[in-house]
């Protein structure tokens, strides 16, 4: 079996970051040690923990390791300290800086159900039973970047301005790599916009509608993103791909985060180019929830997120299915065994999160 070195930058963040994505790298040694890889590790600052040690929250350092790695696990930033805070010396800047230093323009959010979490789902199990899809969202363009932006003025007189912006390669891009990943999936794709009302979605739908003639296999439609938030509720199980912009994709995560029972359970890939000449895709990764500050530190966080985007790294990345798979396989085993995390409410004690991390190794 060949071996391959999987470079790898781990940022543990803020809050319960640092203790999920400790499992995480246990379950990646675990399988580097199995499937004969070599895993070369490195660590860096980002977010409040930046702030309070560089005053930065994306430090340069944190940047050029970034760059050399291959792919780079992000626990989670932010802490209530930075509420009050101006946008530029918040923990979020450093998560913004870093995904468009990597470039990394297409972020996947996976949402499936598992058997062993229906019952978790606020929908009833028929609504919610055989959900499987996975969102693209933008990740580095619209009003998360555009300009001009900023708070100006006074009295009555004082503004506030966000731009929301898209270039036709911008929405090009994405909107291949969503058409891509349709053809290895159910070959349908939704993409999602505000066309009736914003010039941005107008132009969106008749970039994406072109795009589509490159893959007639795929079946496109087009649906409205306040349309979608109740779809998303009322019939989850229409959805393949779903592909949208930064905004609305941040708002619609998190509602399909919440159907599947746990947003503790949900992976994020950011996804860029080919890394300079390689068949490695530059990749950043990371759980969906919050650095949950409240729980922080106490050994109870449920770390199968960060793991599962240890497993998605493998396979987006490295292009290691198998090994991907496998991480999968066991993160499935332990639900099943019930030891889990309190946010899954298990039926007898919950399990810690080094306990959840050590499960999920030994059955890997
Ligand atoms: C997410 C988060 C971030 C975002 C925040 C923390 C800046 O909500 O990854 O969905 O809005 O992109
Ligand atoms: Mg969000």
Same mark, same amino acid.
């Given at each position: ?21 400790? &499992? ?104 919610? &039973? ?39 390669? &911008? ?57 979608? @938030? ?24 998190? &509602? ?35 650095? @949950? ?30 090994? @991907? ?40």
């Amino acid at each position: 079996m060949s071996t391959m070195e999987l470079k790898i930058l781990i940022l543990p963040g803020d809050g319960i970051g640092p203790e999920v994505t400790r &499992e995480a790298v246990k379950v990646l040694e675990r399988v580097a040690s199995k499937f004969n890889h070599a895993l070369s590790l490195k660590e860096g600052l980002l977010g409040g923990i930046a702030i309070k040690k560089t005053g930065s929250p994306f430090p340069p350092e944190t940047e050029k390791l970034a760059l050399a790695a291959d792919a780079t696990l992000m626990g989670a930033v932010g802490l209530p300290e930075y509420d009050n805070a101006p946008p530029e010396k918040r923990p979020e800047k450093g998560l913004l800086a870093i995904r468009k230093a990597l470039k990394v323009y297409a972020n996947l959010r996976p949402i499936k159900t598992y058997k062993a979490l229906i019952d978790s789902s606020p929908l009833k199990n028929h609504l919610v &039973e055989g959900t499987d899809m996975i969102i693209v969202r933008e990740l580095t363009g619209g009003l998360y970047y555009g300009t001009p932006r900023g708070i100006s003025g006074q009295g009555s007189e004082e503004k506030g301005v966000n731009t929301m912006v898209y270039t036709r390669a &911008e929405i090009e891009r994405v909107a291949r790599y969503a058409f891509g990943l349709a053809l290895k999936r159910r070959r349908k794709l939704t993409s999602v916009d505000k066309s009736n009302v914003l010039e941005t979605s107008q132009l969106w739908r008749r970039v994406v509608t072109e795009i589509a003639k490159d893959y007639p296999e795929v079946a496109l439609d087009h649906m409205l993103v306040d349309n979608c @938030a109740m779809q998303l509720i009322l019939n989850p199980k229409r959805f393949d791909v779903l592909l949208t912009e930064n905004m609305f994709g941040d708002i619609l995560s998190d &509602e399909g985060a919440v159907l599947t029972g746990s947003i503790g359970m949900l992976p994020s890939a950011s996804i860029g180019d080919k890394k300079g000449g390689s068949e490695v895709w530059v990749g950043l990764y990371e759980p969906v929830h919050g650095s @949950a500050p409240d729980i922080a530190g106490q050994n109870k966080a449920n770390p199968l997120g960060a793991i599962i985007s240890a497993g998605a790294m493998l396979a987006y990345t490295f292009n290691l299915q198998e090994e @991907a798979n496998a991480i999968y396989k066991a993160v499935e085993g332990v639900l099943e065994s019930g030891r889990v995390t309190a946010d899954l409410h298990p039926k007898n004690k919950p399990a810690t999160t080094a306990e959840v991390g050590q499960a999920v190794c030994d059955s890997i």
